[in-house]
């Protein structure tokens, strides 16, 4: 029997190194191995709305259950036709120019076709213009496609608000595309259409490709108002991304889709690439896409659930109540999405680690969070919650969070006593 030699392991792809994805990483890891032995955690890391009790609408599994009959052969590369009709039909209504069916990519998940999009796009060591925070697959997918992340600031003291002249500065004759996540995940921010027309003016100038994650469009709260980007962009080659999993509650299914928006001869070769990656993947989820009619132009479901006195709404109030009545939290309250992104503040802030206060309210408080820095930023002050448990559920997992940090604060008040 020979026995294992060390030089004969398998070796990874290097650049895996220098991707992070800790909302399933190795606090998430650990929560399971917690779990194992007879834990009962309260998970927020991830926006998952079928693990807090919510479902898809009845009238999509109904259009699932309706076409299944036909979901047996593969479908074209880009999508069912009539999924792809509707959802152009829905992009017309926007005013998204050029949207017709051929322009509309179906994947599974959004996930994947930000991976395609940008596998179609770059070459070795060009730059995409990624916000900071941002959600990590952005910044994974540019690196493993030999991209490289360039990060904009969202600035917490502007609202998590980009800066139009700092995304602008970062703009070097590598750079390819902006990044842009409306509403956006991890902070809630929803950038206003005066903002999103300086952002489209500076990628005119340079001839840059708009990449829009726009998959929380549905999902805002008070006087909010969404603009997409595509009817701003006109002509502009822009890539507008949406899906089933958040406002439609259905994150199992895996369906998403973008569409291609702008003067057809500037598109024409990007979009000759995606569909030739798109068929190497043969075609996506196909019974999930019998859905995206029903979900775009059949009955509202989010609605009721974010306006006052909807699930939503109570556990967004209930956060930003937590919050205020903290005196170790500072909050920018989410105008949209899923997910509130506090500041720890104080006393307890000095010498704050968010990972390793994340792994203590695993450890000893049974709650699972995500470390802010794993959004790419440089500080380690902040973490990001999902909104998805009802209320009463999050005020008790802030109370366990102000918990820690009075420990925190109380060590670090005497410390500085004895010194």
């Known amino acids: 029997m020979s026995t294992f030699n060390p030089r004969n392991k398998i070796a990874t792809r290097t650049r895996l190194t220098e991707v992070r994805y800790e909302i399933r990483g190795e606090l998430a890891r650990r929560a399971r191995e917690l779990e194992g032995q007879g834990r009962k955690l309260i998970k927020l890391n991830i926006g998952n709305p079928g693990a807090f009790g919510f479902r898809a609408p009845e009238h999509l599994q109904a259009a699932i259950a309706g076409g299944i009959a036909r979901t047996d052969p593969y479908t074209h590369q880009q999508g069912l036709p009539e999924a792809r009709e509707a959802i152009a039909a829905f992009h017309k209504q926007r005013g998204t120019p050029n949207a017709s069916p051929e322009r509309v990519f179906v994947g599974n998940g959004v996930s994947e076709l930000i991976d395609i999009s940008l596998r179609a796009l770059l070459n070795p060591g060009e730059e995409v213009l990624v916000p900071s925070p941002d959600y990590p697959l952005w910044s994974a997918a540019t690196i493993l496609n030999d991209g490289r992340p360039v990060y904009y600031k969202c600035d917490r003291d502007n609202g998590f608000l980009p800066d139009p002249e700092q995304i ?226 999050l005020r008790e997992v802030f109370t366990r969070i102000d918990r820690v940090l009075t420990r925190r604060a109380e060590r670090t008040q005497r410390q500085s006593a004895v010194a």
């Open 168 to 393: 602008e500065s970062l703009v070097s004759s590598r750079t390819r595309a902006i990044v842009l996540i409306n509403p956006n995940n991890p902070t809630g921010a929803n950038y206003p259409r005066a903002l999103l027309e300086r952002i489209v003016e500076i990628a005119r100038r340079y001839r840059l490709l708009l990449l829009v994650d726009e998959i929380y469009d549905g999902i805002l709260y008070d006087d909010a108002v969404f603009q997409p980007v595509a009817p701003l962009a006109g002509d502009l080659p822009c890539m507008s991304f949406g899906g089933l999993s958040k406002v439609h509650r259905a994150c199992g299914w895996r369906v998403g889709w973008a569409v291609l928006s702008g003067d057809p001869l500037a598109c024409g070769d990007f979009h000759h690439a995606l569909d030739l990656l798109g068929a190497l993947r043969l075609c996506a989820n196909v019974p999930g896409q019998f859905a995206i009619e029903q979900a775009l132009h059949g009955t509202d479901t989010i609605g009721a659930l974010v306006r006052p006195g909807g699930r939503l709404h109570d556990t967004r109030k209930a956060l930003i109540e937590s919050c205020a009545a903290s005196p170790h939290l500072s909050l920018v309250p989410p105008a949209g999405a899923l997910y509130g992104f506090p500041r720890v503040v104080g006393a307890a802030a000095q010498g704050f680690d968010d990972h390793e206060f994340a792994l203590e309210m695993l450890e000893q408080e049974d709650v699972l969070i995500v470390p802010g820095t794993s959004f790419n930023v440089p500080y380690r002050d902040h973490f990001r919650v999902t909104l998805l448990p009802e209320a009463p559920m």
